[in-house]
Nanobody
Framework: QVQLVESGGGLVQAGGSLRLSCAASGRTFSEYTIGWFRQAPGKEHEFVAAISWIGGNTYYADSVKDRFTISRDNAKSTVYLQMNSLKPEDTAVYHC????????????????WGQGTQVTVSS
């Protein structure tokens, strides 16, 4: 079993940056794909990015490609989401999640979820 805790959210002006962290507990963190999802008020849950436990392959939604970077430090059992050039439409609650699948972009492919961290981007 894996428990996930997100941190690093906050309020930032458009064009600014934030780095989210997803800290995991569990002995097999290195065998999980970790994904980031977000949900804005009145909108559906949206895939943002994922990093596979096989080869460290990364995947991004088109809306964040070239602005966001996902990385992992297995020694610290932590995954990071570096968010640059933030836009007001990036405002949402960001959740990290864990999956045993080597590649997973659908929320139904993830088994464990964190509580989320709020990101607010002002214009």
């Amino acid at each position: 079993q894996v428990q996930l805790v997100e941190s690093g959210g906050g309020l930032v002006q458009a064009g600014g940056s934030l780095r989210l962290s997803c800290a995991a507990s569990g002995r097999t963190f290195s065998e999980y794909t970790i994904g980031w999802f977000r949900q804005a008020p009145g909108k559906e849950h949206e895939f943002v990015a994922a990093i596979s436990w096989i080869g460290g392959n990364t995947y991004y939604a088109d809306s964040v490609k070239d602005r966001f970077t996902i990385s992992r430090d297995n020694a610290k059992s932590t995954v990071y989401l570096q968010m640059n050039s933030l836009k007001p439409e990036d405002t949402a609650v960001y959740h990290c999640a864990a999956s045993r699948r080597p590649r997973a972009a659908g929320s139904n492919e993830y088994d464990y979820w964190g509580q989320g961290t709020q990101v607010t981007v002002s214009s």
